[in-house]
């Protein structure tokens, strides 16, 4: 029989206003054109076009100015082609321009679902069993471009949860390109997106153990310019370019609240979304904290594992994984060092479960295969809902398998503190199956988790339902691991 669990009644459903203003550019020679026509405004004319542009979206978004001067920046070398230059503009001019350049996004008018949750850095000012949580979702709009966004919640003594409402404003994090790369990671990484061998050995010779972007660029540049036009080697060299926009830091505005910030595909190895964020809250060996989150990178083409790193969600390091074990979906990072070394659960097959140690986050090799499908409910597939969850009985392991009319499920399976390639107990039968309400959306038939956190003894999953919104379950704590250690 399976174990009572009791459904949460907060519901989150996609909320198509959550929009970002992105830069848009529909081709260099339209481009053109559009400048050379503003260009021929008077200032009274450029004043009475912008200003009401303005007064409407201003309200839509934070500092809408500074977002149209951005893109009318982006712009600078076509404007340089009708003959004119961006610092003679006058600002308007600059805004104006900026917002021919510019076009909304529905982060979320898709689907909002796949939630993570983990505690919250401030847990100041709380009464007893209480407990304040982020809580990342998998945000989908239009063209199903996947992003990171956040909602901040509260559990109270009796795991009632109620969920901030978000803000009005949807904010993009601004890039720095200031990473040092380390050349084997750098390279390996480069060979396995299939870019250029011959190139790849140039970068070997003429750089550094580690390198930053600006000596990469100038090797690639120079590399793109003696290709004699050459569109395929043009495209391997671009794509270096991307691959080292996988390695940046991302950074928010202070004045941000955690529902403001989205997590946007900004590299072209992500161009077709960011997948599943398992959130962690990581214990160094000295006591200290840091939160990390495994992803996946979707090109259209290819996928690529990815870590982000961050102490206070306002300041992000972002890097790709390493490794014959980092080929794949689905990993999810331990919550501390084991025997000395990170671990990793990983499914580089995309049907059984994985274990990997590592002296690096960012390096994983010898995947050992821990777990395989045994059960009806989980016989085409199995993977990981997030990171493991210590107890004093084992590593936690909230898991999803997938059975027949390829349904979805969510279940547990228990393994050992020390050794955990050893396996203590799996459930039997799922833990949550969609019910009829859950069972329609942008994909039937499935719930799904990226992360769980344990308050007041019970075991709180958020899950998505059908690909399309999220919801909590609570499960007793002492009952599931009963059951996980006797079967």
Same mark, same amino acid.
């Given at each position: 029989?399976?174990?009572?669990?009791? *459904?949460?009644?907060?519901?989150?459903?996609?909320?198509?206003?959550?929009?970002?203003?992105?830069?848009?550019?529909?081709?260099?020679?339209?481009?053109?054109?559009?400048?050379?026509?503003?260009?021929?405004?008077?200032?009274?004319?450029?004043?009475?076009?912008?200003?009401?542009?303005?007064?409407?979206?201003?309200? *839509?978004?934070?500092?809408?100015?500074? #977002?149209?001067?951005?893109?009318?920046?982006?712009?600078?070398?076509?404007?340089?082609l009708?003959?004119?230059?961006?610092?003679?503009?006058?600002?308007?001019?600059?805004?104006l321009?900026?917002?021919?350049?510019?076009?909304?996004?529905?982060?979320?008018?898709?689907?909002?679902?796949?939630?993570?949750?983990?505690?919250?850095?401030?847990?100041?000012?709380?009464?007893?069993?209480?407990?304040?949580?982020?809580?990342?979702?998998?945000a989908?709009?239009?063209?199903?471009?996947?992003?990171?966004?956040?909602?901040?919640?509260?559990?109270?003594?009796?795991?009632?949860?109620?969920?901030?409402?978000?803000?009005?404003?949807?904010?993009?994090?601004?890039?720095?390109?200031?990473?040092?790369?380390?050349?084997?990671?750098?390279?390996?990484?480069?060979?396995?997106?299939?870019?250029?061998?011959?190139?790849? =050995?140039?970068?070997?010779? *003429?750089?550094?153990?580690?390198?930053?972007?600006?000596?990469?660029?100038?090797?690639?540049?120079?590399?793109?310019?003696?290709?004699?036009g050459?569109?395929?080697?043009?495209?391997?060299?671009?794509?270096?370019?991307?691959?080292?926009?996988?390695? *940046?830091?991302?950074?928010?505005?202070?004045?941000?609240?955690?529902?403001?910030?989205?997590?946007?595909?900004?590299?072209?190895?992500?161009?077709?979304?960011?997948?599943?964020?398992?959130?962690? =809250?990581?214990?160094?060996?000295?006591?200290s904290?840091?939160?990390?989150?495994?992803?996946?990178?979707?090109?259209?083409?290819?996928?690529?594992?990815?870590?982000?790193?961050t102490?206070?969600?306002?300041?992000?390091?972002v890097?790709?994984?390493?490794?014959?074990?980092?080929?794949?979906?689905?990993?999810?990072?331990f919550?501390?060092?084991?025997?000395?070394?990170?671990?990793?659960?990983?499914?580089?097959?995309?049907?059984?479960?994985?274990?990997?140690?590592?002296?690096?986050?960012?390096?994983?090799?010898d995947?050992?295969?821990?777990?395989?499908?045994?059960?009806q409910?989980e016989?085409?597939?199995?993977?990981?809902?997030?990171?493991?969850?210590?107890?004093?009985?084992?590593?936690?392991?909230?898991?999803?398998?997938?059975?027949?009319?390829?349904?979805?499920? #969510?279940g547990?399976?228990?393994?050992?503190l020390?050794?955990?390639e050893?396996?203590?107990?799996?459930?039997?039968?799922?833990?949550?199956?969609?019910?009829?309400?859950?069972?329609?959306?942008?994909?039937?038939?499935?719930?799904?988790?990226?992360?769980?956190?344990?308050?007041?003894?019970?075991?709180?999953?958020?899950?998505?339902?059908?690909?399309?919104?999220?919801?909590f379950?609570?499960?007793?704590?002492?009952?599931?691991?009963?059951?996980?250690?006797?079967?």
């Open positions: 029989m399976r174990i009572p669990v009791k *459904r949460l009644s907060v519901k989150i459903s996609p909320d198509p206003k959550r929009v970002i203003a992105r830069f848009f550019f529909n081709g260099e020679e339209r481009a053109v054109h559009i400048i050379k026509e503003l260009l021929q405004l008077k200032k009274e004319e450029v004043f009475d076009s912008i200003s009401p542009i303005l007064q409407e979206f201003s309200k *839509r978004h934070r500092n809408i100015t500074k #977002i149209l001067i951005r893109h009318c920046k982006k712009v600078k070398g076509c404007i340089a009708v003959g004119s230059d961006y610092k003679s503009l006058d600002y308007y001019t600059r805004l321009i900026g917002s021919y350049f510019t076009n909304e996004y529905s982060i979320e008018s898709a689907a909002f679902f796949n939630p993570s949750a983990i505690p919250d850095p401030d847990q100041s000012n709380l009464e007893e069993g209480q407990l304040r949580l982020i809580i990342s979702f998998r989908v709009g239009e063209g199903h471009i996947s992003s990171i966004a956040f909602r901040r919640a509260m559990l109270d003594k009796n795991n009632n949860i109620s969920v901030i409402p978000a803000g009005n404003y949807v904010s993009e994090a601004e890039t720095i390109r200031n990473a040092i790369y380390n050349k084997r990671l750098f390279l390996t990484k480069a060979s396995e997106a299939g870019i250029n061998a011959d190139f790849l =050995k140039n970068v070997d010779r *003429r750089l550094g153990h580690e390198f930053d972007y600006a000596a990469l660029k100038d090797i690639v540049l120079e590399a793109r310019d003696q290709s004699k050459d569109e395929k080697l043009i495209h391997q060299y671009n794509m270096i370019l991307a691959l080292s926009d996988s390695y *940046r830091e991302i950074s928010f505005s202070k004045d941000t609240d955690i529902s403001d910030r989205v997590i946007f595909p900004i590299s072209e190895f992500e161009q077709k979304g960011i997948e599943d964020a398992r959130f962690v =809250k990581f214990t160094n060996e000295d006591g904290n840091v939160y990390y989150a495994t992803y996946t990178a979707y090109d259209g083409i290819r996928i690529m594992p990815k870590l982000l790193e102490s206070d969600f306002y300041d992000f390091k890097s790709p994984l390493n490794g014959s074990g980092a080929l794949n979906k689905n990993l999810a990072l919550p501390r060092k084991i025997n000395k070394k990170y671990a990793m659960l990983s499914r580089i097959d995309g049907w059984n479960n994985y274990l990997m140690h590592s002296d690096s986050i960012n390096e994983w090799n995947p050992v295969k821990i777990q395989h499908p045994e059960y409910w016989l085409s597939q199995i993977g990981n809902c997030g990171s493991p969850i210590e107890t004093s009985a084992g590593w936690l392991v909230i898991i999803h398998g997938v059975g027949p009319m390829r349904r979805y499920c #969510i547990a399976s228990l393994l050992d020390n050794n955990p050893k396996e203590l107990g799996r459930l039997k039968e799922p833990l949550l199956v969609p019910n009829p309400d859950e069972r329609e959306g942008y994909v039937p038939n499935v719930v799904y988790s990226c992360g769980s956190v344990v308050n007041n003894g019970e075991l709180i999953i958020p899950y998505g339902l059908s690909d399309y919104s999220s919801s379950v609570a499960v007793n704590m002492k009952e599931l691991l009963e059951r996980l250690k006797n079967g």
